[in-house]
Nanobody
Framework: QVQLVESGGGLVQAGGSLRLSCAASRRTFSSRTVGWFCQAPGKEREFVAGFSWSAGSTYYADSVKGRFTIFRDNAKNTVYLQMSSLKPEDTAVYYC???????????????????WGQGTQVTVSS
């Protein structure tokens, strides 16, 4: 079992930046697909960014390309989402997720993930 804990959310003005962190309970991210998703009130959970262990590729939703960056620090068992040029429409609860070890996963599909964090709220004011 893998425990994921997100942090770094908060209230920020439009145009500002935030860095979200996702810490894992064990040394794990180097061999898993890892992603960030968001869910706004009344909407389905949406893919934001992720990298596929099996494909060796990084993916971003079109709405965040050029503004958000996903990266990881394997030594700290932590994955980050650097968010810049934030917009009010980015307001949501952000979740990190991880697949099983060595799983051949499509990082963009939430059904590919086995472990989820509890979420962290990001609110962008206009």
């Amino acid at each position: 079992q893998v425990q994921l804990v997100e942090s770094g959310g908060g209230l920020v003005q439009a145009g500002g930046s935030l860095r979200l962190s996702c810490a894992a309970s064990r040394r794990t991210f180097s061999s898993r697909t890892v992603g960030w998703f968001c869910q706004a009130p009344g909407k389905e959970r949406e893919f934001v960014a992720g990298f596929s262990w099996s494909a060796g590729s990084t993916y971003y939703a079109d709405s965040v390309k050029g503004r958000f960056t996903i990266f990881r620090d394997n030594a700290k068992n932590t994955v980050y989402l650097q968010m810049s040029s934030l917009k009010p429409e980015d307001t949501a609860v952000y979740y990190c997720a991880a697949s099983k070890l060595f799983a051949a996963s499509d990082a963009r599909r939430p059904t590919e993930y086995d472990y989820w964090g509890q979420g962290t709220q990001v609110t962008v004011s206009s």
